[in-house]
T-cell receptor, first 109, second 124 residues
Framework: QTVVTQEPSVTVSPGGTVTLTCASN?????????ANWFQQKPGQVPRSLIW???NKHSWTPARFSGSLVGDKAALTLSGVRPEDEADYYC?????????FGGGTRVTVL | QVQLVESGGGVVQPGRSLRLSCAAS????????MHWVRQAPGKGLEWVAI??????????TDSVKGRFTISRDNSDNTLHLQMNSLRAEDTAVYYC??????????FGHGLDYWGQGTPVAVSS
């Protein structure tokens, strides 16, 4: 049973940069894990940000970027804005199924 | 524009069945894999199932294997989730979502567009 782990919460100042990570208990996250990232604000439908580790959707703001850092997938928010305050979820493919991480709550303060 | 509209949610007793549907429009439905994702009240997201663009391959999370069946009707652009032997822990908002890659691998590449969700409550 794959377990995907994210930081429970992070706080960032407006204009700052923060990197969220996504790890798997089965080993290193690779391009084959096909990492996706999503943003969800309270009471709203999740919004897709990144797919296949680094690919942005047409609506994804330029300040969001995806990568692999060490043995984890990462989402970097640069030039953070107050409206980026939300929960962020990663999604990994592992052994015939997709698994979401528990989410990271990002507070902009 | 892409639209995904779920329906079929409601309140159901434990052990009973429910069938969810997702009406798709604004894209060539029969060329994209489709997913179901759920979110229990106050909890995180949980991936449920995926079906390949042609309906030939399906994959499920362990907790629903043998109880839920994902299917699609490419003739009327509709995705379904048949949920049997429902349990209290299946209570959630159920979202359908589209895979980003046309004619992609059967296990998919992730999610791009989401529907608004349909709530399911399993309670006696």
């Amino acid at each position: 049973q794959t377990v995907v782990t994210q930081e429970p919460s992070v706080t960032v100042s407006p204009g700052g940069t923060v990197t969220l990570t996504c790890a798997s208990n089965t080993g290193a996250v690779t391009s084959g894990s096909s990492a996706n990232w999503f943003q969800q604000k309270p009471g709203q439908v999740p919004r897709s940000l990144i797919w296949l580790t680094t690919n942005k959707h047409s609506w994804t703001p330029a300040r969001f970027s995806g990568s692999l850092v060490g043995d984890k997938a990462a989402l970097t928010l640069s030039g953070v804005r107050p409206e980026d305050e939300a929960d962020y979820y990663c999604l990994l493919y592992s052994g015939g199924a997709w698994v979401f991480g528990g989410g990271t709550r990002v507070t902009v303060l | 524009q892409v639209q995904l509209v779920e329906s079929g949610g409601g309140v159901v007793q434990p052990g009973r069945s429910l069938r969810l549907s997702c009406a798709a429009s604004g894209f060539t439905f029969n060329t994209y894999g489709m997913h179901w994702v759920r979110q229990a009240p106050g909890k995180g997201l949980e991936w449920v199932a995926i079906i390949s663009y042609d309906g030939s391959k399906t994959y499920y999370t362990d907790s629903v294997k043998g109880r839920f069946t994902i299917s699609r009707d490419n003739s009327d652009n509709t995705l379904h989730l048949q949920m049997n032997s429902l349990r209290a822990e299946d209570t959630a908002v159920y979202y359908c979502a589209k895979d980003p890659l046309k004619f992609g691998y059967s296990f998919g590449h992730g999610l791009d567009y989401w529907g608004q969700g349909t709530p399911v409550a399993v309670s006696s």
